[in-house]
């Protein structure tokens, strides 16, 4: 079973998360931020990734420092479960309607962290979330797995839609790149022997 532990402590966040890239979808999230607890319960249901993360951050300063480093410690742990990365099908893409919304997402689990992101919100908040850290959670999530990572939201008006389109996109694109190709499990899916760099 592919699994990591990550425990994380600053003068900020308190983190402890742990993930089965092997497992079925279950969750136990409590990060604070009911809008953000919501979305990556989505991202480990349609994963099928097993995420627990629990989070106690400075939340009477705001939303920010959570938010970053929970992404932090979920994307360090996918790294670590991830392990020499042999045998993963490593590239993984999906259209995800939600009413509707409809979002693209591709990713590429290259070693090489980067964030495009093309979506935008008519709110300010969602629940008791800033819209804008949502952008900022895919960058340091991605950073911190070492994923390039698109996002697009290609149309939509409810703002709740849009952004539970993307995360269900991006679960399901992972779901496809850490797949195990049972044609090449004894191999680093890249002509260079490895992955990043």
Request: hydrophobic share 45%; aromatic share 6%.
């Amino acid at each position: 079973m592919r699994t990591a532990s990550i425990a994380r402590s600053t003068a900020e966040t308190a983190i402890a998360v742990t993930v089965n890239l092997d497992g079925t979808g279950i969750y136990d999230i409590a990060t604070g931020i009911g809008f953000l607890d919501h979305m990556i319960e989505q991202f480990s249901r349609h994963s099928l990734i097993d995420v627990t993360l629990h989070v106690k951050g400075d939340l009477h300063v705001d939303q920010h420092h959570t938010c970053e480093d929970s992404a932090i410690a979920l994307g360090q742990a996918i790294h670590q479960a991830l392990g020499d990365k042999k045998g993963i099908a490593r590239y993984g893409e999906a259209h995800a309607p939600m009413d509707e919304a409809l979002a693209r997402v591709a990713l590429d689990i290259s070693g090489r962290p980067v964030l495009v992101w093309n979506a935008t919100f008519t709110q300010p908040r969602l629940g008791e979330m800033d819209t804008e850290l949502f952008e900022h959670w895919f960058q340091s999530l991605a950073q911190a797995a070492g994923i390039t990572l698109h996002i697009a939201n290609l149309y939509g008006s409810n703002n709740h839609h849009v952004i539970e389109g993307i995360y269900k996109g991006f679960a399901r694109a992972m779901r496809a790149a850490v797949a195990i190709d049972p044609r090449k499990a004894d191999a680093v899916p890249s002509t260079k022997g490895q992955l990043g760099g």
